[in-house]
């Protein structure tokens, strides 16, 4: 990506092209270099934005990134806390998602890294829809009554109380997660948190080489990147339990039924007579 400035100079191994002959060019426009090589000019997607910053951390791929504002059901005017803003990378797909008008309150524990993330956010124009916050989320956050959070976390399962608390009740929630292991332990703990409308997903996308005659998928493609698990925090005081999925009390049933089977087996063995040597009867 090139920011355009009067009187600069872009190089590349394709030749040299002054800033000042692609000020209000329109995008879509090809220019050429000084070597006589074609270039376009083109708008940077959000794609390009979130994969072209500076990073000192791993970053949340686009792909996932679309499906967390998804989840998160984010528009303009939302109000969405992110813990572990990392290098920015999704701070930025969120920002994009509530402007104008919303609000990003992003945590992150690692001074360096609010910094490159401020840095980032800056160069792409949409700083002043974030709020960066250098601090732990331990006590809780400082929003309340917000319309989405995401953990972005190694373990998002200590810090869902303090999710509660700063979520507006039904709000959308989040957590990204790389591991099974990781999952079963969250999954564990939004039951017993008060969540509800639990999912666990996971994102693939396969592109195509665009050629009409012979149209088949690319020959290579991202793999497994993240665990995506989204969940609604709920105010039931009678049952929160009632609100999990039908496929979570079905396995939740056969187990109580397993136990009950093998403690009334238990049970039989006990109560029955020890076995007794047999002899024949004497003439």
């Known amino acids: ?49 979130m994969t072209r910053i ?9 792909k996932d990134a679309a499906m967390v504002v998804r989840r998160l059901n984010l528009r303009a005017g939302s ?25 990003v309150y992003s945590y992150e524990i690692r ?46 399962w200590i810090f869902l109380k303090q999710a509660r608390r700063a979520l507006r009740p039904g709000g959308f929630f989040v957590s990204l997660v790389p591991t099974t292991n990781q999952v079963e332990q969250l999954l564990r703990g939004l039951e017993e948190t008060g969540f509800a409308d639990i999912a666990v997903e996971e994102v693939f996308v396969r592109a195509y080489k665009p050629v009409p005659d012979r149209l088949r998928p690319d020959d290579t493609m991202v793999g497994h990147t993240v665990f995506m698990l989204s969940a609604r925090p709920i105010v039931d005081p009678e049952d929160k339990r009632r609100w999990l999925s039908e496929e979570r009390k079905r396995y939740e049933a056969r187990r ?28």
């Open 1 to 49: 990506m090139l920011r355009l400035q009067p009187g600069r100079l872009f190089h590349s191994n394709l030749g040299k092209v002054q800033h000042d002959e692609l000020i209000d060019l329109p995008y879509g426009t090809t220019v050429f270099s000084h070597l006589g090589h074609a270039m376009l000019l083109l708008e940077p997607s959000l794609d390009d934005r």
């Open 111 to 156: 001074e360096d890294h609010i910094q490159v993330a401020r840095s980032n956010l800056e160069k792409m124009g949409l700083l002043q829809h974030v709020d960066l916050h250098a601090s732990s989320i331990l006590d809780g956050f400082y929003q309340t009554d917000v319309d989405a959070l995401v953990l972005d976390l190694r373990t998002p």
């Open 79 to 103: 109000r969405v806390v992110e813990a572990g803003t990392g290098s920015g990378a999704l701070t930025i797909a969120l920002a994009w998602a509530v402007a104008p008008g919303g609000r």
């Open 54 to 62: 500076k990073r000192n951390t791993q970053i949340i791929f686009p």
């Open 256 to 283: 109580i039924l397993d136990k009950r089977i093998a403690e009334e087996e238990l049970k039989r063995a006990s109560q029955a007579p020890a076995e007794q040597k047999t002899y024949p009867r004497l003439p």
